[in-house]
Structure formats: structure tokens, C-alpha cells
């Protein structure tokens, strides 16, 4: 290789790079990003405009990779193949029957986020909400995807590329309890209609998470509102979007939630972590609006007397 070769690679080298950079920002064109924040404007956008908000943007090279060229049913344009892809989908993975076939999954991995949690409350005197949520929903979907067990150390290696999956339910379920923490009488109360449906120790099933209906108002924006988490009639929050590019898996994602709150709130008592104030409910954004300090907690058994407050 002489002189000019080395030149001619090194230019092409260079070219490259920069058009990467610029493409990988970009998708290879000048972008306007608009961001809008009023409950009112997104529902008109997302629901009212649906059609006209519900195509993707053109993508970058490494979006496009991720995306198999855009041919997944999150990323394909709105129009016949995405509703193909988002048929298939719920018929294969979301239909009523394969969810149901999926329970031994869920009973498997409910029982492992609770060792969980006990054996790191036990280390080091506190356990990061977020951190566990994602691991026990990733683990779920992951072993939906394979139809078997999958260790925890082979999860924990692969649940970056799941996040659209997990971080949506693991985020919903960090400020859920962030609010039962701060509110020991609801959390109480929604302890009383877990154990007064499913009993102290029998295994909660998707239909007694059905049969909650105060959980379920409170997952859905608090005692007292009227939300539809689906954001049909009006948006107060929306954990797996809304309008038609509304997650499919949506129904699946909130039956995850309920199981895992439901088990959470029979199983222990939260509380801050001892010596600690209550939790910052500051937010902050990532791939979805989160707790700017992660939600750290305490347990208590719940066969355990509640503490006595100091006077």
C-alpha cells in the first residue's frame, strides 16, 4: 500500500465518520423536534388527530438497525404492514389464551422478585425500586420470548434492548409506589382488598387482580379519578402511549403491574429506609418521565407488628 492508498483510505475513513455522526443525529435530514407538554394538545394530537401523528420520522442508520429496517410494529410506517405486524402480534403473544398460558411465568417470577428484594433489604438495608421492578418485568418477557426459565445473570446482560418493554411497566410501578409510601392508609387499604380476594398466602391470580377495583383506580391516577389509562376519553397519564400507536402489549403491561404490586403490597410493608426522609418525587426525563432520585426503600414483614411512632 503506498502513499495515495493511505491517503484515499484515511479520506474515506474520515468521510464516513462524519456522515455517521450527522445521520446517527439527524437520520440524514434537518429535524425540528417540538415537545409538548399539555394534557389537552397530546390527547388532541395522539387520539383526536390519530391518523395524521401516527407514522414514524425518517430514522438514522443505527435506529435503522435496531428497527430491521424499519419492518418491527413499533418503527413501520402507519399503514398495511404495521397493522399486519400489530395483528400478529396480539394474536400471538397478547390474545387472551396465550396470556392465561403464560401464568406459569409470572408465578415463577413473582416468587424470585420477592427473594429478591428481602435478600438486598437484608444486605444493605434498603432496595431499589426501579432497579427490581425492571429485572422482574424484563425477566418476564424474556421468558415469554423463549418459553423457558432464564437466570437472572443472563437477564441482567440483555435487558438494555428490552427497555421499550420493561422501563414503561418498571417506571409505573417506581412511582406507584412512591405515593403508597407516602400514603400508609392507601397502601393499608390496598393490602385489606388484596388479602380479603386472594387470602394471606394462596397464589394471586390474574383474575383476583381483575377483581381490585381499588388497586386499580389507585394505578390509575389515585382514589377518587376517573382515568382511562388507555388515554381514549382524556389523558392524566399514559405509561404505554395512546392513540392508535398505543403499545399492543398495553393489557399485558398493566396485568404485570397489578401482580407485582399485588404481591409486593400482601408480602411486606414499605416504608422509607431507615434514618431516611420520605421519597423526592422530583421527575426527570429519560425514555419516560422518572424519579429524578430512584425510589429506595424500607420492608417490614408483613407478619410483623407495624412500628410504634415516637411521640
Given at each position: 500500500?503506498?502513499?495515495?492508498?493511505?491517503?484515499?483510505?484515511a479520506s474515506a475513513v474520515v468521510l464516513?465518520?462524519?456522515?455517521?455522526?450527522?445521520?446517527?443525529?439527524?437520520?440524514?435530514?434537518?429535524?425540528?423536534?417540538?415537545?409538548?407538554?399539555?394534557?389537552?394538545?397530546?390527547?388532541?394530537?395522539?387520539?383526536?388527530?390519530?391518523?395524521?401523528?401516527?407514522?414514524?420520522?425518517?430514522?438514522?442508520?443505527?435506529?435503522?438497525?435496531?428497527?430491521?429496517?424499519?419492518?418491527?410494529?413499533?418503527?413501520?410506517?402507519?399503514?398495511?404492514?404495521?397493522?399486519?405486524?400489530?395483528?400478529?402480534?396480539?394474536?400471538?403473544?397478547?390474545?387472551?389464551?396465550?396470556?392465561?398460558?403464560?401464568?406459569?411465568?409470572?408465578?415463577?417470577?413473582?416468587?424470585?422478585?420477592?427473594?429478591?428484594?428481602?435478600?438486598?433489604?437484608?444486605?444493605?438495608?434498603?432496595?431499589?425500586?426501579?432497579?427490581?421492578?425492571?429485572?422482574?418485568?424484563?425477566?418476564?418477557?424474556?421468558?415469554?420470548?423463549?418459553?423457558?426459565?432464564?437466570?437472572?445473570?443472563?437477564?441482567?446482560?440483555?435487558?438494555?434492548?428490552?427497555?421499550?418493554?420493561?422501563?414503561?411497566?418498571?417506571?409505573?410501578?417506581?412511582?406507584?409506589?412512591?405515593?403508597?409510601?407516602?400514603?400508609?392508609?392507601?397502601?393499608?387499604?390496598?393490602?385489606?382488598?388484596?388479602?380479603?380476594?386472594?387470602?394471606?398466602?394462596?397464589?394471586?391470580?390474574?383474575?383476583?387482580?381483575?377483581?381490585?377495583?381499588?388497586?386499580?383506580r389507585f394505578l390509575e391516577g389515585g382514589?377518587?379519578?376517573?382515568?382511562?389509562?388507555?388515554?381514549?376519553?382524556?389523558?392524566?397519564?399514559?405509561?404505554?402511549?395512546?392513540?392508535?400507536?398505543?403499545?399492543?402489549?398495553?393489557?399485558?403491561?398493566?396485568?404485570?403491574?397489578?401482580?407485582?404490586?399485588?404481591?409486593?403490597?400482601?408480602?411486606?410493608?414499605?416504608?422509607?429506609?431507615?434514618?431516611?426522609?420520605?421519597?423526592?418525587?422530583?421527575?426527570?426525563?429519560?425514555?419516560?418521565?422518572?424519579?429524578?432520585?430512584?425510589?429506595?426503600?424500607?420492608?417490614?414483614?408483613?407478619?410483623?407488628?407495624?412500628?410504634?411512632?415516637?411521640?
Amino acid at each position: 500500500m503506498d502513499v495515495n492508498d493511505v491517503l484515499l483510505l484515511a479520506s474515506a475513513v474520515v468521510l464516513g465518520l462524519v456522515w455517521w455522526r450527522r445521520c446517527s443525529k439527524t437520520g440524514g435530514v434537518d429535524r425540528t423536534l417540538v415537545i409538548v407538554t399539555d394534557a389537552d394538545l397530546i390527547h388532541d394530537a395522539l387520539v383526536k388527530q390519530g391518523p395524521m401523528f401516527a407514522s414514524r420520522p425518517a430514522d438514522s442508520p443505527i435506529r435503522l438497525l435496531f428497527s430491521v429496517g424499519k419492518c418491527t410494529v413499533n418503527s413501520a410506517p402507519y399503514g398495511p404492514l404495521w397493522r399486519a405486524l400489530r395483528r400478529n402480534f396480539v394474536a400471538e403473544i397478547v390474545s387472551p389464551q396465550r396470556v392465561k398460558g403464560f401464568s406459569w411465568i409470572r408465578e415463577w417470577a413473582m416468587g424470585n422478585h420477592l427473594r429478591r428484594i428481602r435478600a438486598e433489604h437484608a444486605k444493605t438495608g434498603a432496595v431499589r425500586m426501579m432497579a427490581s421492578c425492571r429485572l422482574t418485568i424484563c425477566s418476564i418477557l424474556i421468558c415469554i420470548c423463549f418459553g423457558a426459565k432464564i437466570p437472572d445473570e443472563l437477564i441482567v446482560e440483555i435487558e438494555e434492548v428490552m427497555s421499550a418493554g420493561t422501563d414503561t411497566s418498571a417506571t409505573a410501578l417506581e412511582w406507584v409506589m412512591m405515593h403508597l409510601i407516602l400514603d400508609p392508609a392507601a397502601q393499608e387499604r390496598v393490602y385489606d382488598e388484596v388479602v380479603a380476594k386472594a387470602g394471606k398466602t394462596a397464589r394471586i391470580t390474574e383474575a383476583d387482580v381483575e377483581a381490585l377495583p381499588y388497586l386499580q383506580r389507585f394505578l390509575e391516577g389515585g382514589e377518587g379519578h376517573d382515568t382511562d389509562i388507555t388515554g381514549t376519553r382524556a389523558l392524566r397519564m399514559m405509561p404505554f402511549g395512546a392513540g392508535r400507536r398505543i403499545c399492543p402489549a398495553a393489557t399485558l403491561g398493566v396485568l404485570h403491574i397489578q401482580l407485582t404490586l399485588a404481591n409486593m403490597i400482601r408480602e411486606l410493608r414499605w416504608t422509607p429506609p431507615a434514618g431516611e426522609g420520605p421519597p423526592d418525587p422530583t421527575e426527570t426525563f429519560a425514555f419516560t418521565v422518572v424519579m429524578k432520585n430512584s425510589l429506595r426503600a424500607g420492608i417490614v414483614e408483613r407478619n410483623q407488628p407495624p412500628p410504634v411512632a415516637a411521640h
